[in-house]
């Protein structure tokens, strides 16, 4: 665990010693931002509602730009031969890796809570949403950047494997509609259960549901598992 | 400390290294000598656990690599041919990076002894991605030192460098040998025969010879060479020099100069000088040739020769 705690911090550290994480950060407070004062000016509602429900979307279009490098980089500049014979384990460089990036997250996330404040001073928000909301927000960005691991584990070139990250999410996003276009068939329902904003919208309403909980955690925990079996990989080749 | 048996690794169907066999006795310094491609660097990978053995075993301190891999790598210290560096972390961070996903204690004094044996100190504030390549060369070796490993890898660790840190780096292996196992490997003749106690020599895959310098040059030569130098010699000397007893064949080096091959053990030196003196030339030179490991090597990975 300590070791895997020490690839986080070192990969928390390396995004702000480059200008992605500025970049990145500064994209998605200018996009929560005019969600916000927008939908604060037109509705007139103490709720952060209009940020949640774009949440998907911001996330799909920037965290595979926070996933591309974590292990395309190393595989390219061959700092993977001395993680992988350092006494670490496979898993624990993926999972560090995955934690660096969700520290990020949660840094950008924190950002946010300005508008929490904001709503607490001046009018007087419903606070269950608000919490259920930011779960929902970490799961699914806990989903979209395990993705974003799963593809930079496949390649040695960020570009591919930031392309690959967003055909994947897309395909998740979208698969909500190839569901309903299979109709009630078993294929159907598949795809419906897959659909990445299915899941979330209930988060945004304020409601945590335990099977939406758990359909968020085990995609992780099976892109994370699949990134350290394509690490295991590598060195049979 | 270190067995390696029967080691084969396939990469599809081309096999890069087959059936090497060696060991390491602690504290020894072994140096793994091929031409470029021979699999030296396949060999490292898998004694460091970077990738398994297609077959064949091989032992670090008695565990096995593959199986306890984590054992053998928390023993070793490994420095790969491309010095993997982070270009935008700090000397002192890249260590202590290291310290920490090695779960060293007193990390902090470990970062500076390793910084102070490489000579990297005067550096440990500044960007690895600035440092010139020697200094880079160095913080890849101080990463390996970091953990005081029983067993140090190093691929080809004075690639790069000019002349002066050649020195300072072999000085520097030269001075782990005894308390640490070394391997390192190299294309460098000198290398080997400056910094090495044995050597493997390894050739398309395969050990063609593993043994002291010192012997492995003994045993190659097969027979004893001596050379001589006659001021102003005329024709008939390389005649009169073949009917010495024990002498093989002669041939002229140079203007005055003949390389004597005889056979081993028939000390034919005090029969040749007389030969020489008594012919009424004049003897300037005589003295035994060694093999030099240059000649060894190209005898053992050349195919021309071998045949």
Redesign the interface.
């Known amino acids: 665990m ?2 895997t705690l ?2 986080a ?2 990969e928390l ?2 995004y702000f ?2 200008p992605v994480a500025y970049v990145v950060t500064a994209a998605f407070l200018v996009l929560c931002g005019l969600l916000f004062s927008l939908s604060l000016n037109f509705y007139r509602e103490a709720s952060m509602r209009s940020i949640f429900y774009n949440m998907p979307i911001i996330l799909v279009l920037l965290s595979p730009a926070l996933t591309m490098r974590l292990l395309a980089e190393e595989t390219r ?13 496979d898993w624990e460089v993926v999972l560090g890796k995955f934690l660096g990036a969700l520290g990020l997250l949660l840094t950008m996330l924190a950002l946010t809570l300005l508008y929490v404040v904001i709503l607490l001073a001046y009018g007087n928000p419903d606070r269950g949403p608000l919490l259920s909301g930011y779960l929902g927000i970490i799961l699914l960005g806990g989903v979209t950047l395990s993705i974003g691991v799963l593809t930079s584990s496949l390649t040695q070139n960020q570009i591919v494997a930031a392309i690959l990250a967003f055909v994947g999410l897309l395909v998740l996003w979208l698969s909500g509609g190839v569901g309903n276009f299979f109709g009630g068939s078993a294929l159907g329902s598949i795809f419906s259960y897959l659909d990445l904003t299915q899941h979330y919208n209930d988060f945004a309403n304020g409601l945590i549901d335990s099977s939406n909980v758990l359909y968020y955690l085990s995609l992780i925990v099976a892109c994370l598992f699949l990134a350290s079996k394509s690490l295991e990989t590598r ?3 | 400390m270190i067995q390696v048996e029967n080691l084969t690794k396939y990469y599809g169907p081309h096999p890069a290294i087959q059936d090497v066999t060696f060991q390491v006795k602690k504290g020894e310094i072994l140096g793994f000598l091929g031409p470029n491609a021979a699999g030296k660097t396949t060999t490292m990978r898998t004694l460091t656990g970077f990738m398994p053995p297609t077959r064949g075993t091989a032992r670090v301190a008695g565990y096995d690599v593959f199986a306890d891999s984590i054992e053998v790598r928390r023993r070793i210290g490994y420095m790969p041919e491309t010095i993997p560096l982070y270009p935008e972390m700090t000397v002192r961070d890249y260590l202590g990076f290291f310290a920490e996903i090695r779960g060293l204690d007193q990390k902090d004094r470990r970062v500076d002894q390793a910084m102070e044996i490489c000579n990297v100190g005067d550096r440990a504030d500044t960007l690895i991605g600035k440092l010139s390549k020697g200094y880079q060369q160095r913080v890849g070796l101080a990463q390996a030192l970091l953990h005081q490993p029983e067993v140090l890898i190093l691929d080809e660790p004075t690639v790069g460098l000019d002349p002066k840190q050649i020195i300072e780096v072999r000085e520097l292996i030269k001075s782990l040998g005894g308390e640490r196992t070394v391997i390192l490997s190299t294309h460098i003749l000198p290398e080997v025969s400056q910094t090495c106690n044995r050597v493997v020599i390894i050739n398309e895959g395969r050990v063609v010879a593993e043994d002291t310098t010192e012997r492995l040059t003994n045993r190659l030569q097969g027979a004893e060479r001596i050379f001589l130098k006659v001021q102003a010699p005329g024709p008939q000397v390389a005649a009169l020099l073949e009917k010495a007893p024990g002498v093989l064949s002669v041939e002229p080096k140079g203007d005055e100069g003949f390389e004597v091959e005889c056979a081993l053990g028939s000390e034919p030196r005090p029969a040749l000088a007389s030969a020489v003196v008594q012919a009424g030339y004049g003897l300037l030179e005589l003295r035994p040739m060694g093999m030099s490991l240059e000649e060894v090597f190209l005898k053992l990975t050349s195919n021309e020769e071998k045949a």
Request: proline share 4%; no cysteine; net charge positive.
């Open positions: 300590r070791n020490a690839i911090k070192k550290n390396n010693v480059s500049s061959g700092t993977i031969e001395l993680l992988l014979t350092a006494p670490v384990q060195r049979w080749s």
